[in-house]
């Protein structure tokens, strides 16, 4: 959900009231890569290797194993159907966190949210279905185009804009300086009383510097008028353990707050969102499942497992 005046006119001392965003299961959209693994508590070898294999990582699926065996003897489980049910429950538990929601509650708006990641990981498309899932729940969105060193993605999301009814800001001309079509996203968005903004940035990493001084500039410019609720870091989950890479590369110069696995739906490979949250401590909030601007929702825990095991 997100929180907002009940009227752009209310005043400043005006309670919030609270706005639900759509509800989706997602759960059929995740690639099951447990569902065919014979669950045998004497040889646990092969559920090991997949784990491994599924990018959970080397340590983390020797100690999920080892949790399974010892939960499996203290409830005196011995069936196929019983341990699958508690690697279920014990990755669940794994998963879970407090701060999974959009920070959206507080009292300055509109809200602002800095979108981030390589070039490629799905950066600009997460843009457009999280603007169209928003407006869907009720929000007035504005779009800044502030990845102005390749005109592509200010094109993309321009289309993105338009399938999903959100305002956009564009830089005037080629190349433009991306903090200043940030300050001009900020002001519009003030203007037509959006509820939210969501501003693109570049995606190049060859210069970490470089990248630190110019997302920094973007985080004082914006802060001039309004907060930086979010910076989502948006991550290729088909590309494994250099997602993992990327986003400690990212979290180092970009104050990530949340992050967003895309193409969760063609990959084997679901388990870097386990390594990722236990690697950076940073929250997935946000999950992309296909190309269809409805294939995304909230990061589920449970619906994530279910995807992952197949029914238990």
């Known amino acids: ?57 080397v340590d983390a699926a020797a100690a999920i194993v080892d949790d399974l065996k010892s939960r499996a003897k203290r409830a005196s489980a011995s069936s196929e159907a019983q341990l699958r049910a508690i690697l279920s429950e ?15 509650n507080s009292e300055v708006q509109p809200y602002v949210i800095l979108v981030v990641g390589v070039n490629g990981a799905g950066k600009t498309t997460t843009i457009g279905k999280l603007a169209n899932y928003l407006i869907q729940g009720g929000a007035k969105v ?9 005109a592509a993605a200010v094109e993309q999301l321009a289309t993105w804009a ?31 009383q959006s509820d939210i903004v969501i501003i693109d940035t570049a995606g190049r990493l060859q210069n970490k510097q470089g990248l630190m001084d110019e997302l920094g500039k973007i985080r004082r410019i914006i802060e001039k008028k309004l907060v930086v609720n979010e910076v989502l870091l948006v991550l290729d989950a088909t590309t494994g353990q250099n997602a993992l890479t990327q986003a400690t590369a990212f979290t180092e110069v970009a104050q990530v707050t949340g992050l967003v696995l895309t193409k969760l739906d063609g990959s084997a490979k679901g388990g870097i969102v386990y390594s990722i949250q236990r690697e950076l401590d940073i929250p997935v909030k946000l999950i992309g499942v296909g190309e269809g601007i409805d294939d995304f929702g909230f990061f589920d825990p449970e619906d994530f497992v279910t995807g992952l095991l197949g029914e238990v």
């Open 1 to 57: 959900m997100f929180w907002r005046k009940k009227s752009k006119a209310d005043s400043a001392e005006t309670p919030l009231e609270a706005v639900e965003l759509p509800k989706r299961n997602l759960t059929k959209s995740i690639k099951s890569v447990f569902s065919r693994i014979k669950f045998d508590l004497d040889d646990l070898i092969t559920l090991e290797d997949t784990l491994i294999q599924s990018d959970f990582g």
């Open 90 to 104: 014990l990755l669940v538990e794994r998963l879970a966190r407090a701060d999974t929601e959009l920070n959206l």
């Open 142 to 150: 504005t779009l800044g185009a502030a990845d102005t060193f390749r």
């Open 162 to 192: 338009t399938r999903s009814g959100a305002e956009i800001v564009r830089p005037k001309t080629e190349g433009q300086d991306p903090a200043s079509v940030a300050f001009e996203t900020v002001e519009t968005a003030i203007a037509n």
